[in-house]
């Protein structure tokens, strides 16, 4: 079996995770979200594929939420006393090391795909991990007090802001990564991990060939409610959908990706939105969401697989 994921940062590094003890992570291609990474101090940042390189490797830090575990802050202490005002962006000391041995690649014309994967190999990864495209790609999210990036809008201004809209800067120009199309095309199961699908699945699918490529599919695509009761784990995904869909159940959700999916995985809590998923034509599966440790992850991973299989069995 070879699976796909389509994943933002932390709660698709979660999933991999879980999915690994599944499948055999060789067989996953996970293809990460760029529309977030930022040039911070001068050094670029790729954030979403930084979250899943940690988890994967194990060295993410559970108690925060981001960054590595053991982390320490010298190095952005020294730039605050000197006055920089890019430091609301908390970079800690070993992270440092990441980005810049990836600017210093980048500088050189090496692109980010070659860069991740070498990255990933040095944190001793066995999925491949593969950045949406090599091409500049910006999210911009559109508020009442203005455009921000996403970064200025998500950390600085602390996700406050009510979004309008979100544009994708260099969309139109981007091209899948090395490997994408390859990797979709051969795929089994093509997945959309629970993350935020405007801030952290939309970039991706900006890419119009890699839309193209999972509307051409045979293959099943799934994906996973980012929301449980209705209301997202962390982060403002609930606050999005609420706005920009109309609400947070999951015909919500599954209309955030028309023409797309056979099946959204929901959680318990959220069974009764099910029937108006068959509504409009994709499969509900109800089971328990919420990935407290590795062990939910995998049955989690578990239950996305049954899902796949029921609609091929229906098939």
């Not at 291609?29 to 977030?36: A, P, Q, R």
């Not at 930084?50 to 952005?76: C, F, I, K, M, P």
């Not at 070993?94 to 014309?109: F, N, P, S």
């Not at 959908?241 to 159940?249: D, E, I, P, V």
């Amino acid at each position: 079996m070879n699976v796909v994921v389509l994943s933002g940062g932390v709660g698709g590094g979660r999933f991999v995770r879980g999915l690994v003890d599944v499948v055999p992570p060789e067989q996953v291609t996970v293809v990460g979200n760029v529309g977030d990474d930022a040039e911070v101090l001068g050094l670029h940042v790729s954030p979403d594929l930084d979250s899943l390189v940690y988890t994967l490797a194990g060295v993410h830090d559970e108690q925060r939420g981001w960054g590595r575990r053991r982390e320490t802050w010298n190095a952005l202490e020294t730039a605050k006393q000197l006055g920089d005002d890019e430091t609301w962006f908390q970079l800690g000391d070993r992270d440092l090391g990441l980005h810049l041995v990836r600017t210093k690649a980048l500088r050189a014309g090496e692109p980010l795909s070659a860069v991740t994967a070498r990255i990933g190999a040095s944190f001793g990864l066995e999925v491949r991990l593969l950045p949406a495209t090599d091409d500049r790609l910006r999210t911009i999210v559109e508020t009442p007090a203005g455009a921000f990036s996403l970064q200025e809008w998500f950390v600085r201004r602390g996700h406050k802001d009510k979004v309008d809209g979100l544009r994708f800067e260099g969309a139109a120009f981007a091209r899948p990564a090395p490997g994408v199309i390859e990797a979709i095309g051969q795929a089994s199961l093509v997945v959309i991990a629970p993350s935020n699908p405007y801030i952290s699945i939309w970039p991706i699918l900006a890419v119009q060939a890699i839309r193209a490529a999972i509307q051409k599919t045979w293959t099943p695509v799934v994906a996973v409610s980012p929301v449980i009761g209705g209301k997202a784990v962390k982060g403002p995904a609930d606050a999005m959908l609420k706005r920009l869909a109309g609400g947070t159940s999951p015909a919500h959700i599954a209309r955030c990706y028309p023409d797309l999916l056979d099946a959204l995985v929901i959680d318990e809590a959220d069974a009764p939105g099910a029937e108006e998923l068959e509504a409009i034509r994709v499969r509900p599966h109800v089971t328990r969401t919420l990935m407290k440790d590795r062990r939910t992850a995998r049955l989690l991973a578990e239950a996305v697989l049954e899902a796949a299989r029921a609609g091929v069995m229906r098939g």
